[in-house]
């Protein structure tokens, strides 16, 4: 089974709604799912009352308020029942393809850390997880553009076996570079990171940064991000979701993951061999090439959907 983390907002405005949906979906997922909320905002005590959610209110934070996930993971690891566990950010709904896709992974390897894209809700568009029926919704939503695709830049949930993140340096949770110092750790450790964009699915749903002190400009530019950039040598060439080896095909197969061969090869040399310049050599013909978008390949909005539909009717 599944035991989910999360570190909310303040339960207020639009958060409020963004997070009680998103906790009643993952609820939903399954009568055993294990949810443990971290940080004392205003409302968390009520939501996971709520939920039947375990509160974790003391949890070592950035010095501009951004949680620790090694803080979080640590509790996780020892306390949670279920050596399946995901970190998702509270404003994300999902289904029970989370679970299925877990439970593939296994098939393959003993450890491994599952990322994948969202879809975004654009500004005013509600999706309700208490409508049974809400995933039919989705491709009425994205033929009239008020569902869209993220890209392979921002990673909201990670799921792993329990144990994987030792010795990780510090990573703030709700700040730029986060998601890249987690894979780069996974690159790095050679754990298996799984492409799960066509498997799992994942729904965004619209918010503002006015929670944050300083805003937009602190997560994306503030001392958090410089930090983490520092500490785990995040300056150039970042791994995005499309990095990942491996990946779940749209047929529910594993497959070779998105990386062109140039990118492959500069992740080989990087983190396999440890061979920095010659690295930047393959960084350099790809840009040369077009562009970072030539990376990887792009999965149309329609596969995606389709694809989540296919793995939803497996639940």
Known sequence: ???????????????????????????????????????????????????????????????????????????????????????VNCDIILNATVLITLRECTK????????????????????????????????????????????????DYFGFTRGIWHNLKTVYMGRALCDQALLNYCLKQNIPIIDTTQSVMAIHQFHGYSHIEGGKQEVFFGIDRTSMAKEHHLAHSLPVITDAEWMFSGDGSMTHGRRTKLRHLELILRYKYQYHWPAYFFRALQYLGGSVTSRSTNVSIDDTLLSWERFSESV
């Open 108 to 155: 393959l390897f003993n450890r491994f850390l599952i990322v994948g894209e969202r879809l975004d809700l654009v500004k005013g568009q509600v999706i309700d997880v208490r409508d049974t029926d809400w995933t039919k919704s989705l491709l009425s939503m994205a033929k009239s553009g008020y569902l869209r695709t993220h890209g392979p830049t921002g990673v």
């Open 1 to 87: 089974m599944l035991t989910i983390f999360c570190s909310p907002k303040p339960f207020t405005n639009e958060a409020d709604w963004n997070q009680r949906n998103a906790l009643l979906s993952w609820k939903a997922i399954h009568p055993d799912i294990e949810l443990y909320i971290f940080g004392s905002p205003a409302g968390a005590a009520e939501a996971a009352s709520e939920i039947n959610a375990v509160l974790v209110p003391d949890i070592e934070c950035s010095p501009s308020g951004a949680p620790s996930f090694n803080a979080m993971e640590r509790y996780v690891c020892k306390h949670g029942k279920y050596d399946f566990q995901l970190y």
